[in-house]
């Protein structure tokens, strides 16, 4: 009975069903007041209300059952700069956002980042967009909110590809304090530049996205596997002869 209600509290979450994901996971714990994984949860649901000092509370609940719980002190260190009564609303997440595919989409650790207060508010999942200047591309909330900036190698390779006629859609991966990574996905290629792919992978994978606050079960939630190369250099891009 638990493991069905914890089932339909993460279904709740992952469609956007706050409201009812709280009431859903406040059932388990009249049951079990000390389920460390509903608390996470139910912290998670009071963030994405705006009861910010629901979700802190419950989260330092968490910390006094267990002091090493990462979930826990991540949701706090991540909402130190969050103001109680905002809505932090989060789209709801599709886990087939993150399939990779080679040549056409890479995870990038973002640089330089922004204030914490903005990167405070992201969630994995949030879709975000690229704004090119100079020799340099940010990374931006759809509030045009600076997050981050790509790495120069990178920047520079997409900044030509988006000059050929190539187009990006991009979404959250992870955010914290000191890290944020980012899942960009080419969504256009022009036809004349069929055979030059946006990125060099050899690595595909495919591992549905459920965050680990959402999760009813100790172990780690399963994540994409980073491509961690760095170093992509701008390839030329050679036309195709059928113009």
Same mark, same amino acid.
């Not at 910010?52 to 090493?68: I, Q, R």
């Not at 969050?82 to 399939?99: R, T, W």
């Not at 996205?209 to 999760?215: A, H, N, V």
């Given at each position: 009975m638990e493991d069905d209600l914890a089932q339909e509290a993460i279904k709740q979450a992952l469609e956007g069903n706050w409201e009812i994901a709280i009431k859903l996971n406040k059932q388990i714990l009249s049951e079990d007041e000390d389920n460390i994984d509903a608390l996470n949860r139910l912290a998670r649901a009071y963030s994405e209300v705006?009861?910010? +000092?629901?979700?802190?509370? /419950?989260?330092?609940?968490?910390?006094?059952? +267990?002091?090493?719980n #990462?979930?826990? /002190?991540?949701?706090?260190?991540?909402?130190?700069?969050?103001?109680?009564? *905002?809505?932090?609303?989060? +789209?709801?997440?599709? &886990?087939?956002?993150?399939?990779?595919e080679p040549g056409k989409t890479k995870v990038i650790s973002l640089i330089h980042l922004g204030d914490n207060s903005v990167i405070a508010k992201l969630d994995a999942g949030d879709e975000v967009k690229l704004n090119a200047h100079g020799h340099k591309i940010s990374v931006c909330t759809k509030e045009s909110r600076y997050i981050g900036r790509l790495p120069d190698d990178i920047s520079a390779r997409i900044k030509t590809l988006l000059k050929k006629g190539y187009e990006y859609a991009i979404?959250?991966?992870?955010?914290?304090?000191? *890290?944020?990574?980012?899942?960009?996905?080419?969504?256009?290629?022009p036809n004349n530049y069929f055979n030059v792919p946006s990125f060099t992978s050899e690595k595909i994978d495919y591992i549905?996205? #459920?965050? &680990? *606050?959402?999760?009813?079960?100790? +172990?780690?939630?399963?994540?994409? /596997?980073d491509d961690t190369e760095s170093s992509d250099e701008v390839l030329p891009v050679v036309e195709s002869e059928e113009e």
């Open positions: 705006g009861r910010l +000092d629901l979700a802190k509370a /419950t989260a330092k609940k968490v910390l006094a059952l +267990d002091p090493f #990462t979930i826990a /002190t991540k949701s706090l260190e991540k909402w130190k700069s969050a103001k109680s009564g *905002e809505v932090y609303k989060s +789209d709801p997440i599709k &886990p087939q956002l993150f399939l990779e979404w959250i991966k992870s955010a914290g304090k000191k *890290e944020v990574k980012v899942f960009i996905r080419e969504v256009k290629r549905s996205f #459920t965050p &680990p *606050e959402l999760i009813h079960k100790k +172990d780690e939630a399963l994540v994409l /596997t």
